[in-house]
């Protein structure tokens, strides 16, 4: 049985950020946010919540399939509107997703490919006393993750953009889709990622030390993470399947910084043209950023059905895991 994609969405917030805005209000230039990320604007949501920009993603996925055939949504983000219901629920509810089975998945940055591999797993999986089965699925990642950026930390603020993409998933006998997954996590020991959540004092409660409610970086610290993670998550997952790097016709990295997915390219002896880059305009969108790249090489033309990619993601937690999947 395989599982592959028969639809993708993206949707980016509607307010253009460029480096020279982020002059304006920051000691920074457009030439060090290019030279050290690549990044030359962003969209940033304003009015735009996680879920608009996830309905939106997820029904342009949706175009020409039958909503009442969605069995399970996942939404992987880190900045959902709100706790309760999850993102996946307000999504279901929002589309009238009738018969289908709903969660949030966090795995910051990497959550995509988490959510990609936990949809096929359920998907491969056998429900023998009930006889259910997941046939399609939705796998989303949306993110409005300025809301959470620390404004007055230069060092990061400048990296993130908001947006959703989002696809649907299939099983078909006899087709390979998604042909192995490698995921990895590694302990976040001096708190390179960290964000936390604020909860009212209750009655009973003590005196508590809040963890800070924006995203704290140790840039350099999850640089270097990021450049030895992607190295072993890529080289693992070529060996579970038995390829090297020149099988893969296009990889489409997690866009953090360009320096990384450079870096990637050389490591692996790949042309930097084999690997789908949008952070010039995107910045990066977390849990959003693989399928809305993913949309741009598909639209682009970069990657055509029968071709095997690699997706790869890392990210808090800390997290990173690869794909390497055939295109329908
Ligand atoms: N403009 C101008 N100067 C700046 C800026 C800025 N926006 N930010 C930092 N600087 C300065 C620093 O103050 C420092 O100056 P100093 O040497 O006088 O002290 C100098 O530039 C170098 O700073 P570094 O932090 O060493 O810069 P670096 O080259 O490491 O780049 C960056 C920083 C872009 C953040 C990089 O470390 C990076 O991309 N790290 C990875 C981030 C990442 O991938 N995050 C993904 C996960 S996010 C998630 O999971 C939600």
Known sequence: ??????????????????????CKIMDTS??????????TERRIATTQKSLDLAVEATKEALEGIDYDSIDLVIVATITPDMLVPSMAS???MHLGLKNAIVFDLNSACS?????LWTAESLMNASFEKTGRKINRALVIGSERISRMADWTD????????????????????????I????????????????????????????????PPRTLQMSGIQVFKFAVTAVNEVMEQVLEYAGMDADD?????????????????AARFGQSLDKF???????GNVSAASIPMALYDAVKAGKIKEGDTIMVVGFGGGLSAGATLLKMW
């Open 154 to 177: 230069r060092g990061s603020c400048i990296l993130f953009g908001d947006g959703a993409g989002a696809v649907v998933l299939e099983r078909r006998e006899g087709e390979t889709g």
């Open 248 to 264: 893969v016709d296009f990889y489409v990295p997690h866009q953090a910084n360009l320096r990384i997915i450079k870096s990637a």
């Open 179 to 210: 042909i192995t997954t490698f995921l990895k996590n590694y302990d976040d020991v001096n708190q390179a990622l960290w964000c936390g959540i604020e909860y009212e004092p209750n009655p009973f409660s003590g005196d508590e030390v809040s």
């Open 90 to 92: 307000l999504v279901k």
């Open 111 to 115: 959550g995509f490919v988490y959510t």
């Open 1 to 22: 049985m395989g599982v592959g994609i028969i639809g993708i969405g993206k949707k980016t917030a509607d307010n253009v950020i460029t480096n020279e805005d982020l």
């Open 276 to 282: 789908q880059i949008n952070i010039n305009t995107t």
């Open 30 to 39: 457009n030439e060090w946010i290019v030279e050290r990320t690549g990044i």
